[in-house]
């Protein structure tokens, strides 16, 4: 009984593997090819004339319907335009009449609209004339404002353009001036060095009580009236040095420094007693003129005193001491310069007994 059971089995197994040996092998390659034809067929490309043959390549694929044939899906973009606004140069009448029209094509306008556009009409066709609306006034400097820049001077510009004005300082240097320039009221300090200024006058200065300090180095001047600097209460300083002066005028009592070197002045050309009454006078300055003699008597303020390359012979024993004190002494000139004088210092020891130092100059 089991020897039947056995052979059953077997013949079982048989039957079976001659079922699945018998099947057919499905062809997945072939399915593939199949499921592409039928993709390109669907797509517009005909399989059955077409030949991958490098001759005919060109002929064969057309690609110049490629985009009409396949769809991206994207959209065109539209452009929407408005209705652009009418030129601004167009009266409102004609632009609200073209934008709302009031008359159909076939309709004729009244008589009061058609001379109403010809009006306007006419109104675009003449040139537009100017206004008479009054400018105003220029924001520009006045020249004729004495205030801020000073009045006209001689090259026709304020004194405050011709020249440099800081705070109530005033520099003219090297500006071709040959007068005095209109100085404003508040005028401290002037500076008109390297100038052609010839001569100063009595009216050049006046008025400006404040003026303190009056530079004119190297302008040429040969002339200076004598009430020029006089009646100025706070002037300190005078420079008129490198010039060609042979007189000075009379000055303040204000006075604290003279600076005339390198003149032509003469002992003639210095008033007697020029000096005694500057009694702040601390630096005079009178080197590489013509002077013969000490301008005498000198205030005690007086602490330095140039008088080299002159012509002063001679020296007076009262010229820096008193006489008649043999026990009096000047401390304050310290500084006095007798060299380029054709003088003998050593001939007049008791003529700077009382200074504290010799005076600088020949001793043989």
């Known amino acids: 009984m089991k020897t039947m059971l056995s052979l059953a089995f077997v013949l079982t197994a048989f039957l079976t593997l001659g079922v699945v040996l018998t099947a057919p092998v499905t062809d997945t390659g072939k399915e593939k090819k199949t499921a592409?034809?039928?993709?390109?067929?669907?797509?517009?490309f005909d399989l059955d004339s077409f030949d991958l043959d490098l001759d005919n390549y060109g002929e064969t694929l057309d690609i110049t319907n490629y985009a009409d044939l396949y769809d991206y899906g994207e959209e065109e973009t539209k452009i929407e335009v408005g209705t652009l606004p009418p030129p601004s140069n167009i009266p409102k009448a004609i632009q609200n009449e073209r934008l709302n029209p009031s008359t159909e094509p076939g309709e004729e306008k009244d008589e009061k609209n058609v001379e109403a556009d010809e009006d306007e009409k006419e109104t675009l066709a003449e040139p537009s004339k100017p206004s008479s609306v009054v400018t105003p006034a220029s924001s520009g400097p006045k020249s004729a404002d004495p205030q801020l820049f000073g009045q006209q001077t001689e090259v026709g510009l304020p004194t405050c353009l011709t020249c440099v004005c800081l705070g109530t300082s005033v520099y003219c240097d090297d500006t071709d001036l040959t007068t005095i320039p209109p100085l404003p009221k508040d005028t401290t300090y002037l500076y008109a060095r390297f100038n052609k200024i010839e001569k100063i006058r009595a009216t050049d200065f006046a008025g400006l009580?404040?003026?303190?300090?009056?530079?004119?180095?190297?302008?040429?001047?040969?002339?200076?009236?004598?009430?020029?600097f006089r009646?100025?209460?706070a002037l300190e300083e005078?420079?008129?040095?490198?010039?060609?002066?042979?007189?000075?005028?009379?000055?303040?009592?204000?006075?604290v420094r003279i600076d005339a070197r390198l003149?032509?002045?003469?002992?003639?050309?210095i008033k007697q007693e020029a000096f005694k009454d500057l009694t702040k006078l601390q630096f005079l300055y009178l080197s590489d003129n013509r002077l013969d003699y000490i301008p005498l008597p000198l205030p005690e303020s007086l602490r330095s005193l140039h008088l080299q390359n002159n012509n002063i012979q001679s020296l007076h024993n009262e010229a820096f001491c008193d006489k008649n004190d043999p026990t009096y002494?000047?401390?304050?000139?310290?500084?006095?310069?007798l060299d380029g004088n054709p003088i003998n210092l050593s001939l007049y020891p008791n003529a700077y007994s009382c200074l504290p130092r010799i005076p600088t100059g020949n001793i043989v």
Do not use: F, Q
């Not at 180095?217 to 020029?228: F, G, K, Q, Y």
């Not at 005078?238 to 006075?255: C, F, K, R």
């Not at 002494?329 to 310069?337: A, G």
């Open 36 to 44: 592409k034809e039928s993709t390109l067929k669907n797509e517009g």
């Open 231 to 233: 009646t100025l209460p």
């Open 329 to 337: 002494i000047r401390k304050s000139l310290e500084d006095i310069r």
């Open 209 to 228: 009580n404040k003026l303190k300090k009056v530079d004119l180095t190297s302008c040429s001047l040969s002339w200076i009236d004598e009430d020029a």
């Open 238 to 255: 005078l420079i008129v040095a490198e010039n060609l002066l042979t007189a000075l005028p009379e000055l303040p009592t204000s006075m």
């Open 263 to 269: 003149n032509k002045l003469r002992s003639i050309g």
